[in-house]
């Protein structure tokens, strides 16, 4: 079975919340992806709620392509302590810290439910997991952990 990277960090190492750059890969037409390791709560010691976090994924997939060029996709850990951030091109860990932070300050200060997009039947898998207000909860945490640009040490941006 292939080695996958997120499955190799020491995860008793790194400092949350933070961003990380996992990789940059070309492919063979010139095309460059960078895939970003957001992650909000330390590993092993906290975890998202499902409902907080659906929430959060949903509104991370507009707010962060409002604020950053070349936004694929932003898709959630497993273990509820984060998420995946694939981007054409490349960015710095402080430009995509930056964006995170925006996002969730708009997320905790601004977002309203009418703001919240795929909550029925029709546009998401789980409509009725979803909690604006643990949503918010968290984005405030995180916020007041600050985001660090390294995974390591803390720079908080």
């Known amino acids: 079975m292939a080695k996958v990277e997120s499955f190799t960090l020491d995860h008793t190492k790194v400092k949350a919340p933070y961003v990380r750059l996992i990789t940059v890969e070309h492919g063979a037409k010139g095309d460059t992806i960078s895939n970003f390791d957001l992650r909000l709560v330390q590993p092993n010691e906290n975890a998202i709620p499902t409902a907080g976090l659906h929430t959060i994924e949903h509104l991370l997939a507009g707010l962060l392509r409002d604020r950053l060029d070349g936004v694929i996709d932003c898709s959630p850990f497993g273990c509820r302590t984060g998420f995946h951030l694939i981007t ?48 918010k909860e968290w984005s405030k945490q995180i916020l007041e952990d600050g985001i660090s640009d390294d995974p390591f040490e803390r720079h908080v941006i």
């Open 88 to 135: 054409w091109g490349e960015h710095s860990t402080t430009e995509v810290a930056e964006a995170l932070k925006s996002s969730l300050d708009a997320i905790a200060n601004d977002i309203e439910w009418k703001d919240v997009q795929g909550t029925d039947k029709y546009s998401c898998g789980n409509y009725r997991d979803h909690s604006l207000f643990s949503a």
